[in-house]
Antibody
Framework: EVQLVESGGGLIQPGRSLRLSCAAS????????MYWVRQAPGKGLEWVSG????????GYADSVKGRFTISRDNSKNSLYLQMNSLRTEDTAFYYC???????????????????WGPGTLVTVSS | QTVVTQEPSLTVSPGGTVTLTCASS?????????PNWLQQKPGQAPRALIY???NKYSWTPARFSGSLLGGKAALTVSGVQPEDEADYYC???????????FGGGTKLTVL
């Protein structure tokens, strides 16, 4: 069974940094691109970032570009999100999700975000 | 900034049919936007329903179908069940900016 479990969330002051992790199991992690998606409490979903299977290609939403960095360690079946210069508006549940194939960007027939982890809550507040 | 617009809320009776739509601020939604539809129930992570406009997953109930309709992506639920009450999100890809963008979501009430 494919499983994704996020960790690393918590309460953090504005301007500080935090690194989220996503542990993957049940599939050949290095074959697939991965995503981070967030959801502010009571609000909608927002795509944050994507990374290709071999880390050669990454993409970011404008709202986090230059502050967040996505990375992965295929030897550890793990996905990461380094979040710097955090703002109160970054407060959200952060989910990792598996892509359909090796690339995070739209291509071919198969483009999807599934499954998702249960999420980890990041609260940015002083 | 690209905006993807969905109906904020819709209400449907059990057994009825409802169509949710997904519009792009940049123009007509096409298959090249790889429209995805996801369902989210309270307290749960989202679950994918439809990918690449109209393709279903093995777990997608037959009553759900995706299409392009009048320049928008559309999700139609035929024979709505009480368990279909949830938030539904569309997701589009913008190749020019290489970003994925979610719609604001539609809260579907079955009443």
């Amino acid at each position: 069974e494919v499983q994704l479990v996020e960790s690393g969330g918590g309460l953090i002051q504005p301007g500080r940094s935090l690194r989220l992790s996503c542990a993957a199991s049940g599939f050949t992690f290095y074959d697939y691109a991965m995503y981070w998606v967030r959801q502010a409490p009571g609000k909608g979903l927002e795509w944050v970032s994507g990374i290709s299977w071999n880390s050669d290609s990454t993409g970011y939403a404008d709202s986090v570009k230059g502050r967040f960095t996505i990375s992965r360690d295929n030897s550890k079946n793990s996905l990461y999100l380094q979040m710097n210069s955090l703002r109160t508006e970054d407060t959200a549940f952060y989910y990792c999700a598996k892509a359909a194939g090796a690339n995070w960007y739209g291509t071919g027939v198969y483009n999807w975000f599934d499954p998702w982890g249960p999420g980890t809550l990041v609260t940015v507040s002083s | 900034q690209t905006v993807v617009t969905q109906e904020p809320s819709l209400t449907v009776s059990p057994g009825g049919t409802v169509t949710l739509t997904c519009a792009s601020s940049t123009g007509a939604v096409t298959s090249g936007s790889y429209p995805n539809w996801l369902q989210q129930k309270p307290g749960q992570a989202p679950r994918a329903l439809i990918y690449s406009t109209s393709n279903k997953y093995s777990w997608t109930p037959a009553r759900f179908s995706g299409s392009l309709l009048g320049g928008k992506a559309a999700l139609t639920v035929s024979g709505v069940q009480p368990e279909d009450e949830a938030d539904y999100y569309c997701l589009l890809y913008y190749g020019g900016g290489q970003v994925w963008v979610f719609g604001g979501g539609t809260k579907l009430t079955v009443l």
